[in-house]
């Protein structure tokens, strides 16, 4: 996890120690144009994004992601549908944004999400839910790493941190 440094020519240093967080919008989602809409929010609520790419996914990239789940009845689903269409693979990073996300993201079945949620807004079904983001900050490390290599990832920091952030 990286730490900005910010004030760093005050006196009153603050640390802030910022998570970062692997969101993907799904096929369904790139296909149905919300793209700009996820990116939005997030951007909106005041996280940074720090990586960004359209990825035409692999079957292996696929089933190590949802590895967790592979025991699962919907899992061959699951990784045939990732792999059907692009997806647009995320990381974004700012204080308490993994669980901050998917509480923006909404429960994972969209028809009982909460409506303002990005599944409750915009989804009426769990095969179907346009977004994944990582459950925990151990998580979010693991799929950072799998997605992204070093490079493609931006340490910057925004002008506005300072109206962000007390
Ligand atoms: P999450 O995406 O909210 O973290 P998980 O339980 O981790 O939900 O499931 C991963 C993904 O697997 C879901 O986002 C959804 O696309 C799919 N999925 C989960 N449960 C079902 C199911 O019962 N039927 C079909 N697909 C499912
Ligand atoms: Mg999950």
Redesign the pocket.
């Known amino acids: 996890m990286r730490v900005f440094h910010r004030h760093s020519q005050q006196a009153s240093k603050k640390e802030l120690a910022l998570e970062q967080t692997f969101i993907m919008v799904k096929p369904d989602g790139v296909q149905r144009g919300l793209v700009g809409e996820v990116i939005s929010r997030l951007e909106a609520k005041g996280f940074t994004l720090v990586g960004l790419k359209l990825v035409q996914v692999s079957k292996e990239l696929a089933e190590e992601h949802?590895d967790v789940?592979k025991e699962r009845p919907?899992f061959s689903s699951?990784v045939q549908f990732i792999c059907s269409s692009p997806v647009v693979a995320m990381v974004w990073q700012g204080e308490g944004v993994v669980a901050s996300a998917r509480t923006l993201i909404g429960a994972?079945n969209p028809l009982t999400a909460s409506p303002g949620t990005i599944r409750g807004d915009y989804g009426v079904s769990?095969?179907r839910?346009l977004i994944?983001g990582s459950?925990a900050i151990e998580t979010a490390q693991k799929e950072i790493g799998l997605w992204f290599s070093d490079k493609e990832l931006a340490s910057w920091e925004p002008t506005m941190t300072p109206w962000l952030y007390e």
């Open positions: 949802y789940h919907f699951l994972t769990i095969g839910n994944h459950d």
